[in-house]
C-alpha cells in the first residue's frame, strides 16, 4: 500500500463544474496536509494546507480533512480551464520527520470549455 | 522577494559522468530540501538541511549522492558516478519555519537525464 493516495484520473470536468480530487493516506500519525498544483514542466505551487478535521475554504478552493478516515480531498468550485494542471496532495508526518513531505502520484485535472 | 533558484535546469550527461545541481534557496530561509521526481512515480523526499547541517537524509538513495550546504546558503546535489535510474526532475525547496506549517516553496527543478 502506497503511503499516500490520490484517484489515478485524469478527471476532466466542463467549465463552471466542481472538480473533487481526493486523497488517502497510510499513517495515522500525519499531522499536516498540503495540495499542490503542477502545471506541465512548472514546479509545485502551494495551494491550500489544513490540519484540522473539517473543512478550510479559500476562494473557490475547499479542502476537506477526515483524520478518523485518513482521508483529505480538494474541491474546486467554478472550475476554469486556467485550473488544469496536476494536482499533488502532500502529507508531514511531523515528529523525527518535520519538514519531510510524502507526495501522492498527482491526479491530472482538466478543465474544458 | 527572489524564489527558489535552481540551475542548470536542463543537464544531459553521459552514464559514469558527474552531474552537480546547484538550489539557491529564499534569502533568510534556514530549511532547505531536495525532492526528486523520477518518470511515472511520484515525488519522493532525498534530504532536508536546516542551516548547513544534515537534518534528515534518509531519502538518498545511495552514496552516489552528496548534498552539501556551505555556510548555510546555496545547496549543491552531486551524483558521482550517474547511472541511468537517476534521470527525474530533482526540485529543492525551502521554508523559513521549521517543519512544513506553512508549506514550502519550489525551485522550478533541474531536470537531469542520463544517457
Known amino acids: 500500500q502506497k503511503e499516500v493516495e490520490q484517484n489515478s484520473g485524469p478527471l476532466s470536468v466542463p467549465e463552471g463544474a466542481i472538480a473533487s480530487l481526493n486523497c488517502t493516506y497510510s499513517?495515522?500519525?500525519?499531522?499536516?496536509f498540503f495540495w499542490y498544483r503542477q502545471y506541465s514542466g512548472k514546479s509545485p505551487e502551494l495551494i491550500m494546507s489544513?490540519?484540522?478535521?473539517g473543512d478550510k475554504e479559500d476562494g473557490r478552493f475547499t479542502a476537506q480533512l477526515n483524520k478518523a478516515s485518513q482521508y483529505v480531498s480538494l474541491l474546486i468550485r467554478d472550475s476554469q480551464p486556467s485550473d488544469s494542471a496536476t494536482y499533488l496532495c502532500?502529507?508531514?508526518?511531523?515528529?523525527?520527520?518535520?519538514?519531510?513531505?510524502?507526495f501522492g502520484q498527482g491526479t491530472i485535472l482538466t478543465v474544458h470549455p | 522577494e527572489a524564489g527558489v533558484t535552481q540551475f542548470p535546469s536542463h543537464s544531459v550527461i553521459e552514464k559514469g559522468q558527474t552531474v552537480t545541481l546547484r538550489c539557491d534557496p529564499i534569502?533568510?530561509?534556514?530549511?532547505l530540501y531536495w525532492y526528486r521526481r523520477v518518470m511515472g512515480k511520484e515525488i519522493k523526499f532525498l534530504l532536508h538541511?536546516?542551516?548547513?547541517?544534515?537534518?534528515?537524509e534518509s531519502g538518498m538513495p545511495n552514496n552516489r549522492f552528496l548534498a552539501e550546504r556551505t555556510g548555510g546558503t546555496y545547496s549543491t546535489l552531486k551524483v558521482q558516478p550517474a547511472e541511468l535510474e537517476d534521470s527525474g526532475v530533482y526540485f529543492c525547496?525551502?521554508?523559513?519555519?521549521?517543519?512544513?506549517?506553512?508549506?514550502?516553496?519550489f525551485g522550478s527543478g533541474t531536470r537531469l537525464t542520463v544517457v
Open positions: 525547496a525551502s521554508s523559513q519555519d521549521y517543519g512544513t506549517l506553512y508549506g514550502y516553496t
Open positions: 534569502s533568510g530561509h534556514d530549511n
Open positions: 538541511f536546516v542551516k548547513e547541517s544534515k537534518q534528515d
Open positions: 489544513i490540519y484540522s478535521n
Open positions: 502532500a502529507v508531514d508526518t511531523g515528529g523525527t520527520s518535520y519538514g519531510k513531505l510524502t
Open positions: 499513517d495515522r500519525v500525519s499531522q499536516s
